[in-house]
């Protein structure tokens, strides 16, 4: 099946907010600069993580406060309900992008410990339409390497991720299957999913 | 002929949607792949690796994709891609030889350049081929109609099968159905958590296949994260700030 894919989709997330980031190649022009400075923010934030040994819940809670920082977590947890984020009340969308937070956290953050030994390397950064695209590989022990996008924007007004793109897997576009599904099983009922993500992951 | 076996969404049919007419018949065949996963495939993956040392796993799995890359030259050759004909070409060849029979992956250590993994379902698509409505395959999971042609052709154009006598042509298939088995016991969690974890597995399976189907046909290319999910709305695919 999907297995191996599957999985560095699952490793692939985890391991690029973990990995090594071995900066190299010629500078680039301001805006492609920031947009890798502030990955090498995001992975250098989780190194120290990882290096503390502090236990896998305050790990996850660890790596939740990282990606608070340095992803757009509004823009992902909207765009993952689609239409439905439209008919959401500021407070329910407050809520929602809370638990969605927790939830991502929680679902990749304890995966950590499968990429030990593994690392990334930053290749480039391009611009793509109206976002940068960092391109990095990541080696992990035992598997051949693959290629993993971070999708850069600062229209939010800050320099954030909203997307990270494993051998063409894309973070939000998964969520966005599995947050509908979620939304389906409660017949549409907001709160109720809202109930169910604080515990998922 | 092949290219009226692959259905055509509609034209009212949503861009970003997945085109799934057959989706009652999947769902079913998705619930027999779940069942034969949870009684057998699972306990026997994790048991398979459990009780093979991982270096003896990774022997296998090297094994069966020495195996498989004539069938990529081939595949190579029908899609006009001289280059990656040749480099696979190497790559079996110093594997074979160097790489003991392909136990061992020097072509790798040597920096030679990745293996192509051209599949039949590629080259339909490089002849133009459109993709059909998503299938789910007994046992074999995820796939298109397209895919799923491919995968029936490629049984036949591997030309190992042809080139070996019987019982050393089956060598290929046993190896390769134990690095799936394999596979699975070293992805345990992941395949966990998408079939036993997720709100709608069937969902998730999909859309982790597609995109990475998608991802693959366009030679890695970060480009398809646009085209594939392209709608009207501009919600998917799209940059999410402009709505």
């Given at each position: 099946m999907t297995s191996s894919v599957s999985r560095r989709y699952f490793i692939g997330v985890s391991a690029a907010?973990?990995?090594?980031?071995?900066?190299?190649?010629?500078?680039?022009?301001?805006?492609?600069?920031?947009?890798?400075?502030?990955?090498?923010?995001?992975?250098?934030?989780?190194?120290?993580?990882?290096?503390?040994?502090?236990?896998?819940?305050?790990?996850?809670?660890?790596?939740?406060?990282?990606?608070?920082?340095?992803?757009?977590?509004?823009?992902?947890?909207?765009?993952?309900?689609?239409?439905?984020?439209?008919?959401?009340?500021?407070?329910?969308?407050?809520?929602?992008?809370?638990?969605?937070?927790?939830?991502?956290?929680?679902?990749?953050?304890?995966?950590?410990?499968?990429?030990v030994g593994g690392k990334i390397e930053v290749e480039g950064v391009r611009e793509v339409k109206s976002w940068h695209e960092v391109a990095s590989t990541v080696y992990l022990r035992g598997e051949s390497p693959f290629q993993v996008l971070f999708l850069v924007s600062d229209r939010s007004g800050k320099d954030l991720f909203f997307d990270m793109v494993i051998e063409g897997v894309s973070l939000r576009l998964s969520e966005r299957t599995e947050i509908g599904s979620m939304l389906d099983r409660r017949k549409g009922n907001v709160d109720a999913l809202i109930q169910d993500l604080r515990s998922a992951g | 002929m092949l290219v009226t076996a692959c259905a055509k969404p509609g034209p009212d049919h949503p861009p970003g949607e997945p085109f799934d007419p057959y989706e009652n018949t999947n769902r079913k065949i998705h619930e027999f792949n779940r069942s034969v996963?949870?009684?057998?495939?699972?306990?026997?993956?994790?048991?398979?690796?459990?009780?093979?040392?991982?270096?003896?796993?990774?022997?296998?799995?090297?094994?069966?994709?020495?195996?498989?890359?004539?069938?990529?030259?081939?595949?190579?050759?029908?899609?006009?891609?001289?280059?990656?004909?040749?480099?696979?070409?190497?790559?079996?060849?110093?594997?074979?030889?160097?790489?003991?029979?392909?136990?061992?992956?020097?072509?790798?250590e040597i920096g030679m350049p990745k293996p192509t993994k051209a599949d039949f379902g590629q080259t339909l698509y490089a002849w133009g081929v459109r993709e059909g409505a998503y299938v789910e395959l007994p046992l074999l999971g995820p796939s298109t109609e397209r895919a799923t042609v491919g995968k029936v052709v490629d049984l036949f154009t591997n030309p190992l099968t042809y080139a070996l006598e019987s019982p050393q042509n089956y060598y290929g298939t046993i190896a390769s159905a134990s690095s799936r088995l394999s596979d699975r016991g070293r992805y345990s969690e992941t395949i966990d958590s998408i079939l036993y974890q997720s709100a709608d597995s069937y969902s998730q399976a999909q859309s982790l296949y597609l995109q990475n189907r998608r991802f693959k046909l366009g030679n890695g290319s970060g480009d398809t994260y646009l085209d594939p999910y392209d709608d009207p709305y501009g919600e998917e695919g799209e940059d999410p700030y402009d709505q």
């Open positions: 907010f973990a990995g090594v980031l071995a900066g190299r190649g010629p500078a680039f022009a301001l805006s492609d600069q920031s947009a890798r400075t502030l990955i090498d923010r995001v992975v250098s934030d989780i190194n120290k993580v990882i290096a503390s040994g502090r236990s896998q819940s305050a790990m996850i809670s660890d790596f939740e406060k990282i990606f608070a920082r340095y992803a757009d977590v509004n823009i992902i947890a909207q765009s993952t309900l689609g239409a439905d984020s439209r008919r959401l009340s500021p407070a329910q969308m407050r809520a929602f992008v809370d638990a969605f937070r927790g939830y991502i956290a929680r679902k990749y953050g304890k995966r950590f410990n499968e990429f | 996963d949870r009684a057998l495939i699972r306990p026997a993956g994790k048991g398979y690796s459990n009780f093979l040392p991982d270096d003896i796993e990774t022997l296998i799995g090297r094994f069966a994709f020495n195996l498989s890359l004539p069938g990529s030259i081939v595949n190579n050759i029908l899609q006009g891609n001289g280059r990656g004909a040749t480099e696979d070409t190497y790559r079996f060849v110093v594997n074979s030889t160097m790489g003991l029979g392909g136990f061992f992956d020097p072509a790798s």
